[in-house]
Nanobody
Framework: QVQLVESGGGLVQPGGSLRLSCAAS????????MAWYRQAPGKQRELVAA???????NYVDSVKGRFTISRDNAKNTAYLQMNALKPEDTAVYYC?????????????WGQGTQVTVSS
């Protein structure tokens, strides 16, 4: 069993910053990719950013230059630093983690954390 605990969401004014964290715990051999998704009301869930075990990253075009994904392998934790936030960034943000357990890859989702950008 793998647990993901997300934190760092909240209410922020346009132009502000937030840092999301996603900590993984449980019985697994290793973590491969860690990613952040978001889902706004009435919209489909979309990939925001992902980081591989080799620290390769990719971002959706709308957040490039504003968001930075990183990971601390010693803590099994991924971070999403969000700067220059816009109202259209308002969504529930979900962490997704892929882990290796007994040579098989599994993916797990966090419970989600609300990010609201509003004046």
């Amino acid at each position: 069993q793998v647990q993901l605990v997300e934190s760092g969401g909240g209410l922020v004014q346009p132009g502000g910053s937030l840092r999301l964290s996603c900590a993984a715990s449980g019985n697994f051999f290793s973590i491969t990719t860690m990613a952040w998704y978001r889902q706004a009301p009435g919209k489909q869930r979309e990939l925001v950013a992902a980081v591989t075990s080799g620290n390769s990253t990719n971002y959706v075009d709308s957040v490039k230059g504003r968001f930075t994904i990183s990971r601390d392998n010693a803590k099994n934790t991924a971070y999403l630093q969000m700067n220059a936030l816009k109202p259209e960034d308002t969504a529930v943000y979900y962490c997704k983690t892929q882990v290796i357990i007994r040579s098989y890859q599994y993916q797990y989702w966090g419970q989600g954390t609300q990010v609201t950008v509003s004046s």
